[in-house]
């Protein structure tokens, strides 16, 4: 049985600019080697860097704990940083900065699902956040974490893995979440 969690956010935050601090997943900066692959390769060190930022963050939460809207999470076990889904986030961000929109479904009416398969991750449970408009991976985290449905896939025992996409010229994030078949 397959399950899975859409949704978004769509309050631009203006956010100054900070400098990372050297955190991380420890995991390198790769994708597949796949077509579909290509623009989530050659991606700017800095943005790799915020991405890696999110995906320590995250993980930070998920070993607290935290409340979502109201309703308390227990700590969960740390998501392990996907190749497969960092591409899939990288290619949904500059997808939405290209083209100019903030959706989950792009123009073409590609899924975050669609999207996971098309980058090799075949999923039993799948879920995506989005947001724009801040220069930080704090910032991002701290949007995410105010909004319910965020935070309930941020804390969601259900996943195991994450990817990150980040474009900065866009301030453009993507967190895909899933678990393997």
Do not use: K
Request: with cysteine.
């Amino acid at each position: 049985m397959r399950a899975f969690v859409v949704l978004a956010v769509l309050v631009p935050i203006a956010a100054s600019c900070g400098g990372d601090d050297g955190g991380g997943d420890g995991d390198d900066d790769s994708v597949p080697a796949l077509a579909y692959c290509d623009p989530a390769r050659g991606w700017s060190p800095s943005a790799a860097a915020l991405e890696a930022q999110i995906v320590t963050l995250v993980n930070q939460r998920r070993a607290a704990g935290a409340t979502c809207g109201g309703q308390a999470q227990p700590p969960v076990p740390p998501l392990v940083a996907d190749p497969a889904l960092r591409c899939a986030a990288r290619v949904h961000s500059q997808d939405m900065v290209d083209r100019n929109y903030f959706d989950h479904v792009n123009l073409d009416g590609e899924t975050p699902w669609d999207r996971m398969e098309r980058a090799g991750y075949l999923w039993s449970r799948a879920g995506e956040n989005i947001a724009a408009g801040n220069a930080t991976a704090e910032a991002t985290m701290n949007q995410w974490m105010n909004s319910s449905g965020h935070c309930a896939n941020i804390m969601s025992a259900d996943f195991d893995d994450i990817g990150v996409g980040h474009v900065e010229s866009g301030a453009m994030w993507t967190q895909v979440f899933g678990s393997p078949q």
